[in-house]
Nanobody, 124 residues
């Protein structure tokens, strides 16, 4: 069974940076498209970033484009989300997710496996 474990969340001041990591076990990581989503209290889960198995194709939500970067290291079975110039509105629980297929997707229903999430809090 594929398992995903996020880490790297925490409390940071506005303008600061964090790097989230998602370690995968089981399955064939290099063949799986990966994504990051986030959910704030009382709000729906929203797409943040996605990357194809080959790392050639990436997608970003407009709200994070230019500030966040998704990447992966298939040798380590890990996907990363580098978050720069953080804003209070970035505060949420961040989840990583894996697809059955290698392509990237911005739709949460296209993802089969989900991590437990890591809290990111950005203070003013």
């Amino acid at each position: 069974q594929v398992q995903l474990a996020e880490s790297g969340g925490g409390l940071v001041q506005a303008g600061g940076s964090l790097r989230l990591s998602c370690a995968a076990s089981g399955g064939t990581f290099s063949s799986s498209g990966m994504g990051w989503f986030r959910q704030a209290p009382g709000k729906e889960r929203e797409f943040v970033a996605a990357i194809s198995g080959s790392s050639i194709i990436t997608s970003y939500a407009d709200s994070v484009k230019g500030r966040f970067t998704i990447s992966r290291d298939n040798a380590k079975n890990t996907v990363y989300l580098q978050m720069n110039t953080l804003k209070p509105e970035d505060t949420a629980v961040y989840y990583c997710a894996a697809r059955y297929y290698s392509g990237s997707s911005i739709r949460d229903i296209e993802y089969a496996y989900w991590g437990q999430g890591t809290q990111v809090t950005v203070s003013s």
